[in-house]
């Protein structure tokens, strides 16, 4: 009834959030380059020009790029068997728009790889991370232009060919359905030529969105046809944001609303990648935002011939969605806010803590899809203190991992086919939300800070024997 003998046992990184040298050997400036923050619970604040003389925390990170080999021997040590990570798609193509790859980029994440499988680890590759190069923002404003499908296939066949003998598991696309919301305009889909300021006050219609969202899916769907057809071993898989909600209250309208909004942002990208078709409520979803979805000859079949292997996914939290006035609102500074559920406790930024919604949302996407899914984000970003000695008993941390592994072993009991899991942030590293340093994830504490300072010495926490102690047991050991 346990997890599976070769389970995946892991943890999950972004480029731009942990690999800092933003600039070295090649590298161009992608959207997360301009983003300025570090400020508590507010969203980043992003610039047209990069300001030398302002602080922008992906620009060292926590250097990821020089220590990635103590990094990987402490994942080694916690006895990680694979490691998720993105390629920064601007190390290989800096502006997107050459013709030929940066050679100094695709040889650092050869070094990456290699140091991964010398420790036995399998690596886990975020095609697309957020990290559009800027440039194609100025050129095409994001997504919004078509041209990005062919500016993104040129990356990923440079990178099938290059690692194809490295790397298995592929995902597309970080968190695709993001952009359904309005803060994937920044992220997501990159629309946003010329904007500046904080990241919700980009405006951008729903009509935009879902036709920068087209092109992704069409994007999306093209790589994995490709790969299928060249590189059989690989297993590609969609990534979606599992904003799981319930309805507030009994009432028949909460329900109805809760099921519109899974649909509407949840549902509608996996239901493409996995079923290989829009959804039958997509035409109405359409209507009810004034959205004209322009189509290309072509687009119906690469999307039904591009369908996915397995099913990844984010998991964070979960929230209400209800019909009446007092539903008060939490949350927010980066994934979906919604109603404040008083069953649930929240972590410092708002996110209410959920384990057993994930067992609930393994089960479902499991149901409606019956393909292997796997984890790939979990975690509780918050404030650690260091004790004199360097300790950091984080016990709230592994109280959410013992919480969310028992929650996984439940679904699994269930009946529901998991391949793995990958912590977020198993050390400390930028957040995406709001760039601040001290909302922690790690297991390893980085002596780095909000104001950009600190020595990057890298040290384990408590959790970090924990993590040890429930992967050598194969998720047996959870101290309960
Ligand atoms: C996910 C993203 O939405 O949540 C990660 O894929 C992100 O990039 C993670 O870091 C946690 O969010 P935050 O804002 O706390 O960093």
Redesign the pocket.
């Known amino acids: 009834m346990g997890f599976k003998k070769g389970f995946l046992w892991g943890g999950a990184c972004?480029a731009n959030?942990f690999e800092g040298a933003w600039d070295l050997d090649g590298k161009g400036d992608s959207v997360p380059d301009h983003c300025k923050g570090g400020v508590f619970n507010k969203q980043k604040v992003i610039t047209v020009d990069i300001d030398p003389r302002q602080l922008y925390p992906s620009h060292e990170a926590i250097d990821f790029y020089h220590h990635y080999k103590e990094d990987i021997a402490l994942f080694a040590e916690m006895g990680f068997n694979v490691f998720r990570t993105s390629i920064n798609w601007c190390r290989i193509f800096p502006t997107g728009l050459e013709t030929e790859p940066n050679e100094a980029g695709l040889r650092f994440y050869d070094a990456i790889f290699d140091e991964c499988l010398r420790h036995g680890i399998e690596p886990l590759v975020t095609l697309s991370?957020?990290e559009t190069p800027y440039a194609l923002v100025r050129r095409f404003n994001g997504w919004l232009g078509h041209e990005l499908i062919a500016c993104y296939e040129k990356l990923c066949h440079v990178l099938f060919e290059r690692y194809k003998d490295k790397v298995r598991y592929w995902l597309t696309f970080?968190?695709i359905n993001c952009s359904t919301l309005g803060f994937g305009a920044m992220f997501g889909t990159s629309i946003l030529r010329g904007f500046e300021g904080s990241r919700d006050k980009l405006e951008v219609s729903p009509n935009d969105r879902l036709q920068a969202l087209h092109h992704q899916l069409v994007a999306s769907a093209r790589v994995v046809r490709y790969a299928h057809e060249r590189y059989p071993q690989f297993k590609m898989g969609c990534m979606t944001?599992f904003l799981q909600t319930y309805a507030a209250t009994c009432d028949p309208a909460d329900e109805l609303k809760n099921q519109h909004n899974m649909r509407q942002h949840v549902w509608y990208t996996s239901d493409v990648q996995v079923r290989g078709c829009y959804p039958s409520y997509a035409k109405r979803l359409w209507a009810q935002s004034d959205v004209h979805l322009k189509m290309e000859p072509g687009d119906e079949e690469v999307l039904r011939e591009g369908t996915v292997d397995f099913f990844g996914l984010?998991y964070?939290m979960t929230n209400l969605v209800g019909t009446h006035d007092d539903l008060e609102e939490v949350g927010g500074?980066?994934?979906a806010g919604g109603g404040r559920n008083p069953y649930l406790a929240a972590s410092e930024w708002g996110w209410q803590i959920d384990p057993d919604g994930l067992r609930f949302s393994l089960n479902e996407i499991y149901d409606r899809y019956q393909i292997p899914l796997m984890v790939v984000?979990n975690g509780l970003?918050a404030q650690d203190v260091v004790e004199d000695d360097g300790s950091v008993h984080d016990t709230y941390r592994i109280d959410y991992l013992r919480r969310h592994v028992t929650a996984m072993r439940e679904a699994v009991a269930d009946g529901v086919d998991l391949m793995g899991y990958t912590w977020?942030g198993p050390l400390d590293l930028v957040?995406?939300?709001?760039g601040e340093m001290r909302?922690r994830y790690g297991f390893i504490f980085v002596d780095k800070h909000d104001d950009g300072t600190g020595t990057l010495a890298r040290s384990r926490k408590d959790s970090f024997y924990y993590y040890q102690r429930v992967i050598a047991s194969n998720g047996e050991d959870l101290g309960d």
């Open positions: 972004a959030q991370h957020y970080n968190e944001v984010s964070y500074s980066n994934v984000e970003g977020w957040s995406n939300g709001t909302k």
